[in-house]
């Protein structure tokens, strides 16, 4: 039985035994120990032949049922997910960037013989991404680094919640700085974590005008937005420093 099948996988992840898994089991992120293990689960089963679009909107075991048969099930209670399709409509809007950041354990990352064909890899990192940390002297590391970029990205610019991550490439200049249209990456590793931070810049013409006309008319209010979001992005990039060492 199918709904057996997805049970048996998500059970190994959210560590809850398959009979007690109903309707109002929480599977998202705060089911699991890390980003990557949530990705890692629905690699599994999608390698089950179990296709599940945009699933970070699903919260609990009732709405994948619900996503993945189009329809409630008889019987079933479904939890409301909440909504967050509109978070970045927020009345500073306006702002000229935002800042996201992630730490992720390089250990999650699942080793395997060949990334070019594991469903994990190839549902979150483009073939450009994987042939270029196959070439690193620490695969696993570098793609770690990539997949907290990714996660970083999506914190700072909430449209890209329901992109694939295979869809949001990060490239690298010949200096090996990572880099995104309008957002600036910056990935540090230690042995055992990867962080990333990302900054999103607004330059939509409509913002660009917005800011142009904001600072013609000497009003510093987005401009001292930026300075502090610069100011939010160094501390946390040292209390992300200070999370690597930790893990030492």
Do not use: W
Request: net charge negative; with cysteine.
């Amino acid at each position: 039985m199918l709904d057996e099948k997805i049970k048996n996988i998500i059970s190994g992840y959210i560590k809850v035994p398959v009979d007690q898994i109903n309707a109002q089991t929480m599977i998202d992120r705060s089911a699991v120990a890390n980003s990557i293990l949530l990705h890692r689960m629905y690699a599994s089963l999608q390698k089950e032949g179990i296709v599940i679009d945009n699933f970070s909107e699903i919260r609990t075991y009732g709405s994948l049922l619900e996503k993945l048969h189009g329809k409630q099930e008889p019987g079933v209670k479904v939890i409301n997910d909440q909504d967050t399709s509109n978070y970045n409509d927020y009345e500073d809007a306006n702002l000229p960037a935002s800042v996201g950041i992630d730490i992720e354990e390089i250990d999650s990352m699942p080793q395997v013989k060949d990334f070019r064909e594991d469903k994990f890899y190839t549902m979150n990192f483009s073939s450009s991404e994987i042939a270029y940390c196959i070439l690193q002297p620490d695969a696993l590391s570098s793609f770690a680094g990539l997949f907290a970029a990714k996660e970083a990205i999506v914190k700072a610019d909430n449209t890209y919640k329901n992109r694939p991550f295979n869809a949001i490439i990060i490239n690298h200049l010949p200096t090996g700085k990572p880099t995104h249209p309008n957002v600036q990456i910056s990935i540090s590793h230690s042995p055992s974590v990867a962080v990333a931070l990302a900054i999103k810049t607004f330059q939509s013409p409509e913002r660009q005008n917005t800011l142009s006309a904001s600072i013609a008319g000497n009003n510093t209010k987005n401009i001292s937005l930026l300075y502090l979001l610069t100011g939010i992005a160094i501390i946390l990039s040292v209390i992300a420093i200070l999370l690597c060492f930790s893990y030492k």
